[in-house]
């Protein structure tokens, strides 16, 4: 079993940063791809971010490239999310999650994830 708890989120304006994190519990960090998923008020969890076990391959969603950036401390064992330049539609609940593989080299599906944390709420004001 693996325990994911994230920490971070907050209330800031457009324009502004915040760092998430995710510490991560149980089983060995080092064996699992990370990501990072939001999920806004009446809409569907979508992929944010992912990194592989090793942290040499990182993917992005469209929306937040270039915004966004994951990392992960293998000897801390935790995940980061570090976002810039927020925008009011990046308003969502986060949420991180661990799987033991990728299926076909997507990082971008929810049922591929056999771990998540509880979340933790953004909340972009304009």
């Known amino acids: 079993q693996v325990q994911l708890v994230e920490s971070g989120g907050g209330l800031v304006q457009a324009g502004g940063s915040l760092r998430l994190s995710c510490a991560v519990s149980g089983r060995t960090f080092r064996n699992y791809y990370m990501g990072w998923f939001r999920q806004a008020p009446g809409k569907e969890r979508e992929f944010v971010a992912a990194i592989s076990r090793s942290g040499g391959s990182t993917y992005y969603a469209d929306s937040v490239k270039g915004r966004f950036t994951i990392s992960r401390d293998n000897a801390k064992i935790t995940v980061y999310l570090h976002m810039n330049s927020l925008k009011p539609e990046d308003t969502a609940v986060y949420y991180c999650?661990?799987?033991?593989?990728?299926?076909?080299?997507?990082?971008?599906?929810?049922?591929?994830?056999?771990?998540w944390g509880q979340g933790t709420q953004v909340t972009v004001s304009s």
């Open positions: 999650a661990a799987a033991s593989t990728l299926v076909a080299g997507r990082a971008d599906r929810p049922r591929d994830y056999d771990y």
